[in-house]
């Protein structure tokens, strides 16, 4: 398996998982950025993150911004903001052509609204594979590395026993 993991962070625990994500496969880890950076004032970062969602907004991505072309699986991970995934990971999906690849979504949050994460990925990608979602409290704290691979064995299995790529 050929693997990229593409995560936005914006207080470090989403990127913490995907550094969880890499050391359990050792996919090749890029991480994306608003052209603009979110406020620092929590009130003022809702207020912010609220309008965008509503919206649809896509920021402009600064970063390396990674093509998943010779990639066979990609990891996309974001905050879970509003019950669903931060308007830069959207930018990186809607412009990239993720057509027949294996993806799996993951998200950090802080007991917030529940969504649904992989029906938004899948949303933006339609003829990808979406897999079911990792979702952490936090970065996921001293047992990540369990939370992790208890979920790439679940969400794996069906691609790595045959390659069926449909079960989800």
Known sequence: MKALIVCYSYSGNTYRVAQGIQKLTGAELCQIFPSQPYPVVFSQLLEQVKREVKTKYRPPLIGNLRSPREFDTVFVGSPNWCGTIAPPLASWLRGNDLSGKWVLPFASHCGGVAG?????????????????????????????????????????????????????
């Open 116 to 168: 649904d994460i992989s029906g938004d990925v899948a949303a933006l990608c339609p003829k990808a594979q979406v897999g079911p979602a990792l979702e952490v409290l936090g970065d996921g704290g001293g047992r990540l590395e369990e939370i992790v691979a208890l979920w790439l064995e679940n969400a794996l299995g069906p691609y790595v026993q045959g390659g069926n790529r449909n079960a989800s």
